[in-house]
């Protein structure tokens, strides 16, 4: 395969979530792989969640201009005003420092990941004149996300149709998530590639061994639940804080609670309200989860809706069982419809404490999990990644 320079578009690293680490991921392997690696971000928010790969070389745009952004509308103005929401993201402004960046660096190809990145990167393709192959990944499974959301994201489905189809690649991390989109865009599924997320390699394993300093975690001590997420409505964490509670009332348990977000204190009310206080710990975002995934009794994922959940596939890697809500979509393709971990209706509280209780008495063999969880390589999703980028257009 040719050495090529390929960009990888995102707003920010800020709070390290899946798509981040994704990206960040991608950007090493593919600079592993002897290509010219640009990681362009909207903004550069320090500290960084994590370290940038060797290689790959993180450009700022400085996180926008909205005069500027004016001045590119008015050069398009039939184009930008079917674009712009409703309170448009920041991200948007963020679109004639890219359009500059194209012109300057003039990349082979680019990868975008996150709707309102994606919406940039095509508006600043189009403004650019330069043209690099363009391949955007859709992340979750869109129709739940903008039903549930804001106003601003319920018009996501109706700008998607409209702009999506000007890349040059789609690209789903999961089945569940390529059908909802094709259903969205209204084009046929064979347009929709499927590339499962680059989680599994030997650095999680390396980084599940480093040393954990916690009480909780010392010999003797009841097992801990881990979750690990962003604070946000999606996670659905006041269900697993009640599913919790039911599960110590039968035996002893803790739950570690791992991410930061807006639904923070109101989690910790409900924590009080539980009377959970002594056995339930929300310490924050965890620049190494791996450690606590690879002491924890088991790891669950209680979310109203996903695209491909990593911490499940990382959780199995660091050979600790899990269970999942069956939520559109993702954890059924993860663990096979419930070959590999329990999965439970979303919502349902007793449910998820029973699938809790029970896993905690009969896990399963800790390298079986980890065999399953390199079926989601590192190496296997770049290749396909860079297989669409590299393509002749």
């Known amino acids: 395969m040719r050495a090529a320079h390929i960009a990888l578009f995102i707003r920010s690293l800020r709070g390290g979530g899946g798509a981040e680490r994704c990206v960040s991921t991608l950007a090493g392997a593919f600079a592993e792989r002897g290509h010219r690696v640009d990681l362009v971000v909207g903004r550069r928010e320090d500290p960084l969640p994590f370290d940038v790969p060797g290689g790959v ?125 094709s259903e969205v865009m209204g084009i046929a599924r064979s347009r929709v590639r499927t590339i499962y997320n680059p989680v599994f390699s030997d650095e999680i394993a390396a980084r599940a061994r480093e040393p954990l300093e916690h009480p909780w975690f010392a010999p003797g001590q009841p097992p801990v639940v881990l979750a690990v997420g962003k604070l946000r409505r999606q996670k659905d964490f006041p269900t697993l804080l009640e599913a919790f509670a039911r599960l110590r009332a039968r035996r002893p348990a803790r739950l570690v609670v791992l991410g930061e977000g807006p639904r923070r204190s109101l989690l910790e009310q409900k924590v009080q309200r539980l009377g959970l206080a002594a056995d339930v710990a929300l310490p924050g975002f965890e620049a190494n989860p791996f450690r606590f995934m690879a002491r924890s009794g088991v790891s669950a994922l209680s979310s109203q809706w996903e695209g491909l959940p990593a911490v499940l596939i990382q959780a199995m890697a660091c050979g600790c069982p899990v269970v999942s809500t069956d939520c559109p979509s993702g954890p059924s393709e993860i663990l096979d419809k419930g070959s590999w971990g329990q999965l439970v209706s979303v919502g349902d509280v007793e449910g998820l404490a029973r699938a809790l209780e029970e896993t905690l008495a009969a896990p399963p063999p800790r390298q079986r999990l980890v065999e399953r969880a390199s079926f989601f390589s590192v190496d296997a999703s770049a290749d396909s990644y860079l297989d669409l980028l590299l393509a002749e257009s």
């Open 57 to 181: 070389e993180l450009v700022d745009l400085g996180g926008g201009s909205w005069p500027q952004t004016l001045r590119l509308v008015r050069s398009d103005l039939h184009w930008a005003r079917r674009l712009f929401p409703f309170h448009p993201p920041w991200i948007l402004s963020c679109a004639p420092a890219l359009v500059g960046y194209l012109r300057e660096r003039r990349p082979d190809a680019m990868l975008s990941a996150l709707n309102y990145s994606n919406l940039t990167a095509l508006w600043a393709r189009r403004a650019s004149g330069v043209g690099p192959r363009l391949v955007l990944s859709e992340r979750n499974t869109l129709s739940l996300r903008a039903a549930r959301g804001t106003r601003r994201l319920r018009s996501l489905p109706d700008k998607v149709r409209r702009f999506y189809p000007g890349a040059d690649a789609l690209v789903a991390v999961s089945d569940g998530v390529a059908e909802d989109l």
